[in-house]
Structure formats: structure tokens, C-alpha cells
């Protein structure tokens, strides 16, 4: 098969792939030690038992750098307040990157119901990019590199398209292939990328299939890998991977790289978490002690879930009516574990110590 950067790659084969050694030596040492990370990973999110932390932290973290790999670029700064907002006056920029939060927490409930499947990728998308989008029926799709020039021209027709999704789904869904989940986990990834099947989303799109195919096989029992980090420390050895697979079969060096990935990430996101819960367990005995009248479990989780707090979260939460509220943010704030920091006429407490951990 000869293949043409310019041409639609309607021969994009089918999975699993053929007459190639898949899990090679190398490959199932580093799947072992990938799924040594990983299950201590799952076992660590119980040190911090109230998971929306975890939830609004870690998966923030997530849909951030997701969505800088496709160049939609905020900051932390305005995530937060955007959440504390409502996304009221929030960027364009930062209401995408609230929508792959979003997408990615509506696929991790969607899974109590409902398999992967084509129809929730296409939700995915769709709570992505905040439209009505579906399965690209349009040809003239081309990937471009910096220089413009042509990099990849994915399948085109909606008919071709559905065809390998289909064959992608029983993939995932195939249990009796005798496939290690991870390798598994890094051909589908590929394939999702080659097919390519939405107009626009498609990459953070895949990132969050990569989370909830972990869930679902339960290697995972929260969407907290922090893949796309990963990603953005070796961008151009990611791309030049998937082309590799596509131009030369090199499915062993893609396999191996992604396994690094999920190895290294594992370990890193298991690190954070250890360092959430030292950082609770510090700032709960700070307040122990010097803001006595205002310590409580739940106040002190709350501005774990809500970085950018405010008085109204403490009324909605039941810790305290609105006078109150604001006595004991202002005695957290005198105690040093908050910082006030007044916008028109609204008074965010904000957990920078919080902030600087999730960003690493």
C-alpha cells in the first residue's frame, strides 16, 4: 500500500493490526510496569475521601492542558473564577477549556450506563465545542504542518468513517483478544487519531476516550491521568509517533512511548495527590490553631473543591449563614491560608498554596 499525505487515507486498515508483533519483550515490560503505576495511582485517590477535590483539581488540570496541545491557552486564574462565576464573563478561550471539564465528567457518568461507543464520542465532541457537530460528511479535511505543507489527510464520507468507528468499538470491546488493556489503550489512540472523524475536536476528544477506556477496563476508578501533560513535555515526538505508525508500521515504538506516558504520568498524578492531602492535613491544623472558631471538615474542603471561594459557597453548603460566612474567611484569610482579593464588588478567598501545587 503506497500511502499520499495529500490523498484521503480511505485504507486506513482495520484494527486489530496485522502481520506485526504487537507485544514484543520490550513492550510487555513496560506495560508491567505501567500497570504497577497505575494501580497505585487508583489506590491513592482514597487519601483524600471527599473526591470532588480530586475531581475539580486534577481533571481541571486535565482540560487545561488538553486544550493548550490544540493552542486554547488560560490560565488558572481565570478558570477559577470563571467556575466561581458561572462562566458569566469568561473568555471564549476559558469557556472551551470548561466545556472539556464538562465533557469529560459527563463521559465518567455516562459509563455507569453506557459502553464507549460512537454515540458518546460524539456527545464528547459536542459538549466540547458547545454545538450541534456529528461525523464529518465534507471532504477536504487536512492536517498542515507549521510550514503548511500537508501532513495527514484523513478517511472521508461518513459511510467509510462510521465503518472504522464500528471496528474501533468491538476493538476496545474485545476481550478475548489476549491484548494487555495498555497496549490496547495505545492502538486505539492511534486509531482514533487516524480516523479523525469530527470536524474539529477531535484531539481533545481522544484524550478523554484514553481516560474513560482506563475507567471502564478499571484501571481507574476516577478520570484523574494527566495524560495530556505528557503529551505537551514531548509534542513533536508524539506527532512524529502517530506518523511513524502510518507511513512504516512503527507500532512498536509508538506502543512504547504511550506506555512511558501512562508510566510516567501515573506516578506524577499520584504524587500530586499525596501532596493534596499533606496540603489539607497542613492547612486543617493551621486553622486548627488559629482560627479556631472557624475550622470545620467542611470548610476546609470546600476551598479545596473551589479554589476561588466566596461567602455565598459556605451559605449554599450549609457551613454557615452570610455574616458568619464572612467572618470565617476573613479569619482564614488573617490565619494565612487564604488570600482576599476584591473584583468589582465581589471578594474572592483564594487557596493559592492549592493553586501552586495543581500547576506543578
Known amino acids: 500500500m503506497t500511502f499520499d499525505r495529500d490523498q484521503p487515507f480511505n485504507e486506513l486498515p482495520m484494527l486489530p493490526p496485522q502481520g506485526v508483533a504487537l ?55 481565570e478558570l477559577y ?96 483478544d489476549g491484548l494487555d488493556p495498555l497496549v490496547k489503550l495505545a492502538i486505539m489512540h492511534y486509531q482514533f487519531e487516524a480516523i479523525h472523524p469530527f470536524p474539529d475536536g477531535n484531539g481533545r476528544t481522544g484524550r478523554i476516550v484514553n481516560i474513560l477506556y482506563l475507567v471502564e477496563k478499571g484501571l481507574l476508578e476516577l478520570p484523574v491521568l494527566y495524560l495530556s501533560r505528557y503529551i505537551i513535555r514531548n509534542k513533536p515526538a508524539y506527532y512524529e509517533g502517530l506518523r511513524r505508525v502510518t507511513e512504516e508500521g512503527a507500532w512498536e515504538d509508538w506502543i512504547l512511548f504511550m506506555l512511558r506516558g501512562v508510566k510516567e504520568m501515573a506516578r506524577e498524578t499520584h504524587d500530586l495527590i499525596r501532596q493534596i492531602a499533606d496540603l489539607m492535613d497542613a492547612m486543617a491544623e493551621t486553622a486548627r490553631q488559629q482560627a479556631t472558631k472557624a475550622y470545620s471538615k467542611d470548610l476546609i474542603e470546600l476551598i479545596f473543591e473551589q479554589p476561588y471561594c466566596k461567602i455565598r459557597f459556605l451559605d449554599e453548603r450549609g457551613i454557615a449563614k452570610r455574616q458568619t460566612a464572612s467572618s470565617y474567611l476573613k479569619a482564614f484569610a488573617e490565619a494565612g491560608l487564604l488570600r482576599p482579593v476584591k473584583v468589582g464588588r465581589e471578594i474572592y478567598y483564594i487557596n493559592d498554596r492549592l493553586l501552586r501545587v495543581l500547576a506543578g
Not at 487508583?42 to 475539580?56: D, F, H, M, V, Y
Request: no cysteine; proline share 5%.
Open 23 to 77: 507485544e514484543t519483550v520490550p513492550v510487555l515490560k513496560q506495560a508491567i510496569a505501567a500497570s504497577r503505576k497505575l494501580a497505585e495511582l487508583k489506590g491513592a485517590g482514597s487519601q483524600i475521601p471527599n473526591q470532588r477535590i480530586l475531581l475539580t483539581g486534577i481533571v481541571m488540570q486535565e482540560a487545561r492542558l488538553s486544550s493548550e496541545i490544540e493552542n486554547i491557552v488560560t490560565t488558572n486564574d
Open 81 to 176: 473564577q470563571a467556575m466561581a462565576e458561572d462562566l458569566f464573563s469568561a473568555s471564549p478561550h476559558t469557556k472551551e477549556v470548561l466545556r472539556y471539564q464538562e465533557a469529560l465528567w459527563h463521559g465518567y457518568q455516562q459509563l455507569k450506563d453506557r459502553p464507549l461507543s460512537t454515540n458518546l464520542f460524539i456527545d464528547l465532541v459536542q459538549k466540547i465545542k458547545g454545538q450541534e457537530i456529528g461525523i464529518r460528511r465534507v471532504p477536504g479535511t487536512k492536517l498542515t504542518g507549521n510550514d503548511g505543507g500537508s501532513v495527514y489527510t484523513p478517511p472521508d464520507g461518513e459511510a467509510r468513517l462510521r465503518e472504522l468507528l464500528a471496528n474501533l468499538e468491538r476493538f476496545i470491546h474485545d476481550d478475548g
